[in-house]
């Protein structure tokens, strides 16, 4: 992979990480604590709210698991690995890459 494709993954990458903080600043308000006063909200709407709210927790969760891997490839362009499988060392199609930035196997190792 050359300089030009790294350039423009890492541009990627940064552009995605920037994309899911707006959503996690976006998505707080959703998971803050839900008021148990039964007399401001009643019981199916304080249900409904809590199941938001574990809703939103479970869309944060994943937000953070694509940054920590999104992350990890950026760690692994400094490092000189990135676009190459760990498991057998051959070069990541690029269109793998394209679809999944933070890919770190090629498409024969990944099927398993």
């Known amino acids: 992979m050359n300089t030009d494709d790294l350039e423009q993954f890492r541009q990627l990458i940064h552009q995605r990480l920037s ?32 199941q938001n709210q574990a809703m939103a927790k479970a869309q944060q969760a994943r937000r953070d698991t694509e940054a920590h891997r999104l992350r990890s490839a950026l760690d692994r362009m400094k490092e000189g690995e990135f676009g190459y499988c760990e498991d057998c060392g051959e070069s990541i199609a690029r269109g793998r890459l394209e679809l999944d930035l933070a890919a770190t196997k090629c498409v024969s190792c990944a099927s398993g």
Do not use: C, N, T
Request: glycine share 6%.
């Open 19 to 50: 994309e899911l903080e707006v959503q996690s600043a976006s998505g707080q308000e959703a998971q803050s604590v839900v008021e148990l006063d039964q007399q401001a909200v009643g019981r199916l709407s304080r249900m409904d709210a809590l």
